[in-house]
């Protein structure tokens, strides 16, 4: 039902298990998240898997490089991953209430109308918007 929550969950998963990577289906929305997360340092990268075998109908694959802080993959560096607003109950925020995610060190994800972007971004912009999660 909210395919948001469910890349979250499939990065939780993969990071629980020490993955290198992690395959979810496709979308704008699921690709600009990424590219915030990429940008904060939260992950390495992704890429857009095109090709025949990673496709299904018009979607295709993304694929996320997870970034671990210790050659071990002890430690992540996401520690936690958080949709706010779900299909049930949207969440929005006016740019002054927009919340501190551990007093600056994580992110909070705004969808806002000049794009998806990060808490910081939006109080810059003064913008506020619908908080689809939080990232630390």
Known sequence: MDPIADMFSA????????????????????????????????IKDW???????????????LRIYLKYLDPK??????????????????????????????RGLGIAIVSTDAGIVTDHEARRLKKGGEIIGIVW
């Open 73 to 102: 993959k002890e430690r992540s560096a996401i520690t936690n991953m958080v949709k706010i607003s779900k299909p049930g109950k949207r969440v929005y925020a006016p740019a002054k209430k927009i919340p501190y995610v551990k």
């Open 47 to 61: 890429e857009r898997l095109d090709d025949e075998e990673h496709r299904k109908g018009t979607q295709y694959t």
């Open 11 to 42: 990065i939780k998963n993969a990071i629980m298990r020490k993955k290198e990577y992690v395959d979810v289906p496709s979308s704008k929305v699921k690709e600009r998240i990424l590219d915030l997360l990429k940008k904060e340092g939260f």
